[in-house]
């Protein structure tokens, strides 16, 4: 499996398991162990799956043993970050489902562009990471004249080649160091 479907099907289960887990009453005791699906599923969960097309219950075997089949590593990491959704207010989570659900409509390839942008931004130092942030809370917030003009910028941007971005890169870097 290439690391690209591998990121892709732990970030897919990761928020699956959570959404799915989210809207369940939490439960008292410890909860099993992902490799270890619970023994007796309650009344409800029986009644929930039967319910599904059998195309959603294959799917949903089919992601079971994906998670079956991650490193203990992974499904620990996974666990915590379930546990870390369960944690926010509701409100939260609802927004995150939503922001899922509009990530999983998107065509595969634009899904895996923003997968590979994401993990080439957790890459960067945090300095640069908290900039990036900075900035882009700076463009959400700016009136529809500067986002505009932004936008524009971008485009630009995206539109010259490698070497023409390079030089643009140097010459801001000339400006940065002449400025008092």
Known sequence: MSAARRRTLVLSLALLAGFAMASAPARAEEPAPAAQPAAEPDAAARERWEQLPPERREALRE??????ALEPEERQALQGKLQRLRALPPERREE???QFEAFQRLPERER????????RFRE????????LRSALREILQAGPRERARYLENLRRWRDMS???RDAARQRFRDRRSRAP
């Open 63 to 68: 992601k079971l043993k994906a998670l079956q």
């Open 96 to 98: 995150i489902l939503r």
């Open 112 to 119: 895996r562009d923003l997968l590979d942008r994401f993990a």
């Open 124 to 131: 960067l130092p945090p300095e640069q990471r908290a900039r």
């Open 162 to 164: 490698p070497e023409d």
